[in-house]
């Protein structure tokens, strides 16, 4: 017999190869090892091969949005640098206790003057009477002298504010705190403000005087009565014009975010107006910048610069039906032109998502941005939401480049290491670098959440995890539920898990526990995939909800 080698093949090529093109190819033989550990459902699924561990629900991955690397609310010159600066604010430190002197006396003029037209005034709902309004115009006058505290000694203005018939609300990029003192002295409109302005000392008055629209702008109700408040101001000459900011916070001027549409439903002309602080040494924009820290840099320059320029009315389309995301477009772009700025997706999502990354001290917050406005429309997900998914990602102690490693990852979902929790990292995993970010766990949390049969497997998996029928899960029935997709599991780690679900700690899982951890990480629902493939259950109606979905 021929002697054989690791390198001889297991046929000879001259009876088995195939001649195409003059081209000898070889015989190509495929082994397939099958894993005795893996788990089938009577279908014939093979959970544990799965590419997606979440593919019972209906799902075939996530995708990731777009990311740009501008951060629209990082202040420029957060640290007072070099030696211009220093000697600047020391020869200042006089002139700005003047300024400070010259600041609150304006701001009692201006207070005590709005109380008295405000005095007895009762008739909210109809236009400010006009011996009122002249009474305002000593708040005013304060407001310049306001601004002239902070060092807007003058300020540049190009173009003209057109008549209120021609354009009933104005629209502005919003910088700093100053746009809306400027806009009070220079047209004193009715601005749309958060609710919780009312109940801010001074300024709450005076604002009050503007007969300010208030919105809570996480309440759709809110949202929507003030958009039904905007239509009607705007509609009636006898009240000022409408001012709205429609990034909805403040940014640093070197971009524009995502628009809000309160100010494009109604259907009016529009004024846009973009406002400029141009500077070297000291960036005046209200991001990532303490409102203390901030006024003191003002009162220590020796003159701040701002520019407002009025651009063109923008009318509807009305004959070409054009909505309200079209005419914010249309808008957001001759505003972007006219600042030599681009527009991202960030929103005051993002302004929380960096307050949280803030509160819990990271090194670079800007890290944990995800651009909410079109996570929002990818997914409907609120910005509250996402900073509960945040809250999450934060407890897996991210490191100094915001990745979060396999460790860390289940440690905070209870999982052990195995196939299966390699798998569901995987699925977050996309570009397979065994580390993830905030982003990749938000959107793939989300993505799971958001499945049309997320809810329908939480409520089959803890009908068959309650084994006794008593409408709560022991600490056995979980694991005995579980043992099926992480074999081996130990009393400890089974107790963590229990943990995890047991949200009141009465020592049993009750429905409402079940599903408030299974909304809070959405990726553990794959830890019962296998017991509803098995039963067949889940496979019906996963069936019968594809069926209504096609139809």
């Known amino acids: 017999m021929e002697k054989k080698d690791l390198s001889t093949p297991f046929l000879p090529s001259q009876s088995h190869s195939k001649h195409v093109n003059n081209v000898t190819e070889e015989p190509q033989f495929i082994i397939t090892v099958h894993d005795p550990q893996a788990q089938k459902s009577p279908n014939g699924l093979n959970f544990k091969n799965l590419d997606d561990p979440f593919e019972f629900l209906g799902s075939k991955g996530y995708e990731m949005l777009d990311s740009t ?288 990354a803030n509160e819990s001290k990271q090194v670079n917050p800007s890290l944990y941005m995800v651009e909410m406005a079109q996570v929002e429309l990818a997914y409907h997900i609120s910005c509250s939401e996402a900073v509960q998914f945040l809250d999450r990602f934060l407890s897996m102690k991210p490191d100094s480049s915001g990745h979060v490693g396999i460790g860390n990852f289940l440690r905070i979902l209870r999982l052990k290491h195995c196939t299966f929790s390699e798998e569901v990292f995987g699925y977050i995993d996309m570009k397979k670098t065994g580390r993830i970010t905030f982003k990749q766990f938000l959107l793939g949390s989300v993505h799971v959440l958001k499945q049309p049969l997320f809810a329908k497997a939480c409520e089959f998996a803890f009908r068959e995890c309650d084994i006794s029928g008593k409408q709560y899960i022991s600490e056995q029935e979980l694991g005995r539920s579980v043992i099926m997709t992480m074999p081996n599991l130990n009393e400890y780690e089974i107790h963590e898990l229990f943990l995890l679900f047991d949200c009141n700690r009465d020592g049993r899982i009750c429905r409402d526990d079940f599903m408030a951890c299974l909304r809070q990480n959405p990726l553990l629902i794959s830890l019962f995939a296998p017991q509803l493939l098995q039963l067949g259950l889940f496979s019906k109606v996963c069936k019968r909800t594809t069926d209504n979905m096609v139809s």
């Open 69 to 356: 690397t501008v951060d629209p609310f990082r202040n420029g010159t957060y640290e007072i640098e070099g030696v211009y600066e220093w000697l600047k604010i020391g020869i200042c430190l006089p002139i700005a206790l003047v300024r400070m002197v010259l600041f609150g006396v304006c701001l009692s003029v201006g207070y005590v003057a709005t109380k008295i037209a405000l005095l007895g005034w009762k008739d909210k709902e109809n236009p400010f009477p006009k011996w009122r309004c002249r009474i305002m115009w000593i708040t005013r006058f304060a407001t310049r002298g306001i601004l002239f505290a902070f060092g807007y000694h003058w300020i540049k203005r190009r173009g003209k504010p057109a008549p209120r018939d021609t354009a009933p609300i104005i629209v502005s990029n919003h910088v700093s705190y100053v746009d809306p003192i400027f806009f009070f002295y220079e047209i004193f409109p009715t601005i749309v403000a958060s609710d919780s302005h009312d109940s801010m000392p001074v300024v709450g008055t005076i604002i009050r005087a503007m007969q300010v629209i208030y919105v809570n702008r996480f309440s759709p109700s809110s949202r929507k009565h003030a958009i039904s408040e905007i239509k009607r101001k705007a509609s009636c000459n006898r009240f000022p014009r409408v001012l709205l900011f429609p990034e909805g916070t403040t940014t640093n001027g070197r971009s524009l975010i995502s628009f809000q549409l309160g100010a494009f439903i109604p259907g009016y002309a529009i004024q846009p107006v973009v406002v400029r602080y141009p500077h070297v040494h000291f960036d005046q924009s209200w991001g990532n910048i303490s409102l203390a820290r901030l006024m003191f840099r003002m009162f220590t320059q020796f003159h701040n610069f701002m520019e407002v320029e009025y651009l063109p009315v923008i009318l509807p389309q009305i004959n070409q039906k054009e909505n309200a995301v079209q005419y914010s477009k249309r808008t957001s772009q001759a505003m972007c032109m006219a600042l030599n700025v681009v527009q991202t997706s960030h929103s005051f999502g993002d302004v929380m998502l960096l307050a949280k």
